[in-house]
């Protein structure tokens, strides 16, 4: 058995080191296309969603947000309420929002949008908002008069749905907003940010000093957002929570991800539609190659069984080529990613509504591809080589 | 070399191959096609034999060699080596038993183009599980034996007609066959190569003990062998003991 399988080696090797080299080449680049393709697209599509959550998380919700009981229209007690949730082990900030409907106003354009208050020292220890002023600067604690659009509001700042905007509004401008309650305030607006994610964008922050004016309430919060140290392990805070008495509704942030959902599980279906497709042609391109090789060696396939050589010899050393090519390909596929189509994404990420995306190149993903081709190649490569020696030995060596 | 003929039988002397009424019917689309009927002969019952197999173009010389040899399976009838019908054999037997006890000769050389003259001689040898320096021993062997000893690295198209035949001679002979088929071996080669190759095979089966048989279409190559055994359109015509 161990003699078969270094005849089947020596024979392979001597069909890819002295067969020809362009066509080798070529064959091996193809499959190496093939692999970056499937890697390409799965680890786009991830990229895609890993973009979105990102943007959820960092702009939005932060990791875990508490809302108020049911029937409640705001959580009370809010300032107790984030000492407590301050002081779990994990937590890296807290910060309770006040959100109120409001109509706003600039020159001849005006809109509806949310208005939400915050306390930006707490804030930025959950969003990262602040690092994303594209125009003027960020609020603070003692403002009052002030208030912080996101693009989509302000226009002229390569929002998406700019007709929707107020048309251009700069730093230093004054605004006129109408807060649901009836109450009508003139801001100067201090600033812009423009974090490309649609949803963030068209927020509207005002200091929690501010609102206090406007609501005419204290220490009452419409969502307390809480970001943790890691992601993933939302649960186990949530846990904590309920365990430190925590009444009010806790969810986790993939409860608002619910558009992401669907986004993910049509990616996942378009990238598997695809990777499909990419191993298909992989595999038909492999089936030809081989096929081609065998038909061209048929008589040298013939001359091998009437020199006495076992057909499983043969069939092994197809197999042994096959994995050959797919495995210098996967290799110079993985050389060509890492190498080349990663760093050229890392240093020009593709612009899309929900954010710059780059590749997002997942071990497993790359596992998974690669495993799925070699399946692939050897059962193309497999299948015309047993068609070769399935031909009687005079049919190999003088047939038509 | 176990050479069933050395063992006599209860009923006399034993012969290294027996055929016993041997058809081969080719089936083309609703046609029969009878290219051998009911042959029958022995080769080998005194001594080792040097035979050729002769006729005229269709006359079943080849379609028979490929019986003989295991290259092609036919319809009907016995091929007895050792006592033993061995068609009843498996696919893996036959290999088994084609790669230890036969050679082949082609006409067209039949080398392996990726491999070099060395490689392509050894080739069988490495197939039947022998060592590395066992199989360059015997390529050694066989070289010396063909007469051939240069350009063993260079591969079968950077070598003349003469010298890949030779090497597919010193193929064959690698692991020490009973019986060497040559089909047609000197019809690609000018006169000089191809006397050499006959007187060759000559030397082989005298010194050696190697029995050879042999598809030729030449006249003048009955010079060199013991015996002719005649085809006609299939069937055996006449047997011509030299």
Same mark, same amino acid.
Do not use: K, T
């Given at each position: 058995m161990l003699s078969d399988h270094k005849l089947a080696l020596f024979l392979a090797q001597k069909s890819i080191t002295k067969g020809n080299k362009g066509t080798l080449g070529l064959t091996i680049f193809i499959m190496s296309l093939v692999f970056v393709n499937s890697v390409f697209v799965s680890s786009l599509f991830l990229g895609l969603t890993n973009t979105i959550n990102d943007q959820i998380i960092n702009t939005v919700y932060g990791t875990v947000v508490i809302e108020p009981k049911k029937d409640e229209k705001f959580i009370d007690d809010v300032y107790s309420l984030k000492q407590k949730i301050s002081r779990v082990p994990g937590v890296k900030g807290v910060s309770a929002q006040y959100i109120m409907g409001s109509v706003m106003s600039y020159k001849d354009k005006s809109g509806a949008w949310s208005v939400y208050s915050i306390n930006p020292d707490d804030e930025i220890t959950v969003t990262t908002t602040h690092n994303f002023i594209i125009d003027g600067e960020y609020l603070s604690k003692?403002? $009052? *008069?002030d208030i912080l659009l996101g693009k989509e509001i302000a226009g002229g700042y390569g929002g998406d749905d700019e007709s929707r905007s107020l048309g251009g509004v700069k730093t230093g401008d004054s605004i006129d907003v109408l807060f649901n309650n009836g109450i009508k305030r003139t801001y100067r607006v201090k600033g812009i940010f423009g974090v490309n994610f649609q949803r963030s964008d068209n927020i509207a922050y005002i200091s929690q000093k501010e609102m206090t004016s406007v609501t005419g309430m204290e220490d009452k919060a419409s969502q307390i957002l809480i970001r943790t $140290?890691?992601?993933? *392990?939302e649960g186990q805070f949530i846990k904590q929570f309920l365990e430190l008495g925590i009444n009010e509704k806790i969810k986790p942030w993939q409860d608002y991800a619910s558009m992401v959902k669907e986004i993910t599980q049509s990616f996942d279906i378009i990238s598997m539609l695809i990777s499909g497709i990419g191993l298909f042609v992989a595999g038909v391109t492999i089936f030809i190659i081989i096929y081609m090789n065998t038909i061209s060696k048929r008589r040298q396939i013939g001359i091998s069984r009437a020199v006495g050589i076992k057909e499983s010899v043969i069939i092994n050393s197809y197999f042994i080529q096959a994995l050959f090519i797919v495995m210098s390909g996967i290799i110079m596929g993985l050389l060509i990613v890492f190498y080349i189509v990663a760093p050229w994404f890392i240093a020009h990420p593709l612009d899309f509504p929900m954010g710059s995306v780059s590749l997002l190149i997942l071990p497993e993903s790359v596992f998974i591809n690669a495993t799925s081709l070699i399946i692939a190649a050897l059962a193309a490569g497999l299948i015309p080589s047993m068609m070769a020696v399935r031909e009687t030995i005079i049919e190999s060596m003088w047939g038509d | 070399m176990a050479k069933e003929y050395l063992d006599p039988d209860e009923t006399g002397k034993q012969a290294l191959l027996k055929i016993l009424n041997l058809c081969r019917t080719y089936i083309m689309g609703e046609m029969r096609v009878p290219a051998l009927q009911n042959v029958s002969f022995d080769i080998g019952r005194k001594y080792p034999e040097f035979v050729a197999i002769m006729g005229k173009s269709g006359s079943g010389k080849s379609t028979l060699l490929h019986q003989l040899g295991f290259l092609d399976t036919p319809t009907s009838g016995e091929i007895i080596i050792g006592g033993k019908n061995v068609l009843k054999m498996s696919e893996t037997q036959k290999a088994r038993f084609r790669l230890e006890r036969f050679g082949y000769v082609f006409q067209e050389y039949a080398l392996l183009p990726e491999l070099t003259a060395l490689e392509n001689i050894y080739l069988p040898a490495m197939a039947l599980g022998r060592k590395k320096d066992e199989y360059f021993k015997a390529a050694r062997e066989v070289l010396g034996q063909v007469g051939l000893g240069e /350009?063993?690295?260079?591969?079968? /198209?950077?070598?003349s007609g003469g010298e890949q035949q030779r090497v597919a001679i010193a193929r064959a002979l690698i692991n020490k066959p009973d019986i060497l088929f040559a089909d047609e071996p000197a019809a690609n080669l000018d006169s000089i190569s191809s006397k050499q190759v006959l007187e060759l095979f000559r030397k082989l089966n005298r010194e050696m003990g190697l029995t050879v048989l042999m598809v030729t279409h030449e006249p003048e190559d009955r010079n060199y062998v013991d015996r002719v055994i005649w085809l006609k359109d299939g069937e055996l015509d006449k047997m011509e003991e030299k």
């Open positions: 003692l403002d $009052e *008069n $140290e890691d992601v993933g *392990n | /350009r063993l690295d260079h591969r079968p /198209r950077e070598m």
